[in-house]
């Protein structure tokens, strides 16, 4: 596996490993209930920025000791959103995820940093396999895992206790020969 050279640059974004001073970014859009609506965590409080960009700041590769990618949006100089990036059961199978502050979506800016990362992960990483899951009520998320090339595979009913309740769930994956987004 050969390491990614940081930052990941895009047309309109930045994608870089966190540092401690993006709590207070991050803070500003992951405390709001719309966008922790469907992640796994309620709103975030600046305690658990805190912890949470500790927790980040040495995950800058599936080639290191955390074995994850951690990185933070950045479009204009601001912290925009984050992606990560994972290995599960095997080193050449991932999982990815991605919040983007609402501020800022609806412009394809999600979707320019989840190519970017996919690229890596099958060009850089050599991964085989790349999955995303989501609470199947997620709909922007789901358009967004098409959008980069995704395809669904599953849609599990009821299977995760979240937040109170029983929760569907999607699962979408890119195989590395799948034929990439048009
Ligand atoms: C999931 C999430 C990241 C999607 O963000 P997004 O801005 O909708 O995603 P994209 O970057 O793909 O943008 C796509 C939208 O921009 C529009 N768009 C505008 N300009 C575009 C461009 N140049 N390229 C692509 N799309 C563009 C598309 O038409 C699309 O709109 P639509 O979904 O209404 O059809 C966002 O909803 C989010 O952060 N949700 C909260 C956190 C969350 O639930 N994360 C997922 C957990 S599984």
Not at 118 to 136: I, K, T
Not at 150 to 179: S, V, Y
């Amino acid at each position: 596996m050969h390491s990614l050279d940081l930052p990941l640059k895009t047309d309109r974004l930045v994608l870089r490993p966190h540092r401690p001073e993006d709590a207070a970014e991050l803070l500003r859009f992951h405390s709001r209930p719309d966008v922790a609506r469907y992640l796994l965590v309620g709103p975030w409080t600046a305690e658990y920025a805190e912890q949470e960009v500790a927790k980040r700041i040495p995950k800058t590769g599936l080639d290191t000791d955390a074995k994850a990618l951690a990185l933070v949006l950045e479009h204009d100089g601001v912290v925009i959103g984050d992606l990560g990036l994972w290995t599960t059961e095997h080193p050449r199978l991932a999982e990815i995820g991605w919040t983007l502050d609402p501020d800022y979506g609806g412009r394809g800016l999600a979707a320019e940093a989840a190519r970017a990362v996919l690229s890596a992960a099958f060009e850089v990483y050599g991964l085989h396999r790349v999955a995303a899951q989501m609470d199947a009520r997620n709909t922007a998320s789901a358009r967004l895992a098409r959008r980069v090339g995704m395809r669904q595979e599953a849609h599990l009913r009821r299977n995760w206790w979240c937040k109170g309740e029983w929760t569907d769930t999607l699962i979408f994956a890119r195989l590395a020969d799948d034929p990439p987004p048009p």
